[in-house]
């Protein structure tokens, strides 16, 4: 069966230092991937899409980027972080471009 | 994008009552619609999913929802909650040329013992 990971669950970063958050799936090939971020109250924004290996797409223009290294792997990030980025950043991945299966999320923290 | 609208921000109800939690989306054509629900400390799961067909779908845990088209609504049902069905709910849609999702805000589901 088909696993998501992300990592780190939990993270605490000054203002103006870099990001990093990995998304992994297991047991698919070629899914479609997603990054998206969950504010209280407002449901959950999407913010990158990917079909495949270094094919991104930027839902909303923001201090983030994401990259699509291999086939399973995920990973947003940002060069200096603003006090704006934190929140809880949850990663989907789909066989098919309709139900999204998501992972556990990442709760950040800007201070 | 289509926009979602989940009419109540919380509910609070008592265990054995019905629940319906309202859902329309602004999009003309074909749609996919989605109920997801995060219970508490959990990932945010598939509750149920409608792409075509039986207007009434029925999902996981006793869940049910219903596609009326002429109304631009996917409500979901249950008949009789539990304590355990206490958790936040999340309708989203896409066309059927666009695999992005939209999310409604959400719904927090407070069941009461």
């Known amino acids: 069966s088909q696993t998501i990971h992300q990592w780190p669950a939990t993270l605490v970063q000054p203002v103006g230092s870099p990001l990093s958050l990995e998304c992994t799936v297991e047991?698919?090939?070629?899914?479609?991937l997603y990054w998206y971020r969950q504010a209280a109250g407002r449901g959950l924004q999407l913010l990158f899409y990917?079909?495949?290996?270094?094919?991104i797409s930027s839902e909303v223009p923001q201090n983030l980027s994401a990259s699509r290294p291999q086939d399973r792997q995920f990973i947003l990030s940002s060069k200096k972080l603003l006090l704006s980025d934190s929140g809880f950043y949850l990663c989907?991945?789909?066989?098919?471009?309709?139900?999204?299966?998501f992972g556990p999320g990442t709760r950040l923290t800007v201070t | 994008a289509q926009s979602v609208s989940q009419h109540n921000h919380h509910v609070i109800l008592s265990e054995a009552a019905s629940l319906e939690l309202g859902c329309n989306y602004s999009?003309?054509?074909?749609?996919?619609l989605f109920w997801y629900v995060q219970y508490p400390g959990q990932h945010l799961q598939l509750l149920l999913k409608?792409?075509?067909?039986?207007?009434l779908v029925k999902g996981i845990k006793g869940f049910e929802a219903e596609f009326i088209k002429s109304k631009f609504s996917f409500n979901l049902r249950k008949p009789s909650v539990q304590w355990s069905d206490t958790a936040e709910y999340f309708c989203?849609?896409?066309?059927?040329?666009?695999?992005?999702?939209?999310f409604g805000a959400g719904t927090t589901v407070t069941v009461r013992a």
């Open positions: 990917s079909v495949g290996i270094g094919q």
């Open positions: 409608y792409f075509s067909g039986d207007p």
């Open positions: 989203a849609v896409s066309s059927s040329n666009d695999y992005k999702l939209s």
């Open positions: 999009y003309g054509g074909t749609v996919n």
């Open positions: 989907a991945w789909s066989p098919n471009h309709y139900e999204q299966y």
């Open positions: 047991g698919t090939s070629n899914p479609n």
